[in-house]
């Protein structure tokens, strides 16, 4: 293995451990020996998107793509910072690029379908999640995001529901899938089966979720309901992320 490789692997490991400014230094390390390297600036992008900096991980993605094509994620960032930064134009031409290339996989199809979903071009999402669940049948993200986008269409309750449950079987113990569907069922004024896919959490589950709008979510469950020493474990997570992001502000 290369040393452009070596730095690659562990530099994405990192990435994907969350550890973002460990994983910048490593790359950015790498560029002062080799400014050319395309793939260490799609990297860099990457982890900028991470750390929620759109216009460092933009400037990263744009330098890459003068060096190199982009591989599928890192056009599927270029879409994303486009749409994030207010330029849907070019976002979409990013996009339909992208839907006309074959062989993409799961991870880029599923980029993609949530780009052209805040594109508005809901049935490309569908048909997107729908072709990564054929790739891969137990792709839970897949099913999730698929029940996201048919109730974004306009498609019954029922089939939403159907779909995104599937998810739950797949992976029983993502919070998110459980936390999204109860959301959805309590918009629509269905409590006690909202409330039922939520009755298990505990300290251990709320503390998992780093969403303050999906908190302030359940909260309102499991007011309805009753379940007040809930609503104070939820409430003390809130304020928790709260003070995370007040610190990263006076941090930047």
């Not at 690659?8 to 790498?30: G, I, M, P, T, W």
């Not at 020996?33 to 990263?60: F, K, Q, V, Y």
């Not at 792709?139 to 498609?155: I, K, N, P, T």
């Amino acid at each position: 293995m290369t040393d452009l490789s070596e730095t690659l692997v562990d530099a994405r490991q990192l990435l994907n451990q969350k550890f973002y400014y460990q994983s910048l230094r490593k790359v950015d390390n790498a560029l002062n020996d080799d400014p050319d390297a395309a793939p260490l600036w799609e990297l860099r992008g990457l982890i900028h998107r991470g750390l929620t900096n759109l216009s460092g991980a933009l400037s990263s993605i744009e330098t890459a793509m003068t060096l190199a094509p982009l591989s599928s994620e890192g056009s599927c960032l270029l879409a994303e910072c486009y749409v994030a930064l207010d330029k849907p134009d070019l976002a979409y031409q990013v996009a339909d690029n992208l839907w006309k290339k074959k062989g993409l996989d799961n991870s880029s199809r599923l980029s993609l379908a949530a780009i052209f979903n805040q594109l508005g071009f809901v049935n490309r999402a569908v048909l997107l999640c729908r072709k990564a669940i054929c790739h891969d049948p137990a792709e839970s993200q897949a099913y999730y995001d698929l029940s996201v986008f048919l109730g974004r269409g306009g498609h019954p309750l029922h089939i939403v529901e159907s779909v995104a449950r599937r998810a739950i079987d797949l992976d029983p113990e993502n919070v998110y899938f459980r936390v999204g569907l109860a959301a959805t069922l309590h918009r629509a004024h269905r409590s006690r089966r909202a409330y039922e896919l939520i009755q298990s959490f505990g300290q251990s589950e709320i503390r998992q979720i780093r969403c303050g709008c999906c908190l302030k979510q359940i909260i309102e469950i499991f007011e309805q309901t009753g379940d007040f020493e809930n609503v104070q474990t939820c409430e003390e997570q809130l304020n928790h992320l709260n003070g995370i992001d007040h610190n990263r502000k006076e941090n930047d």
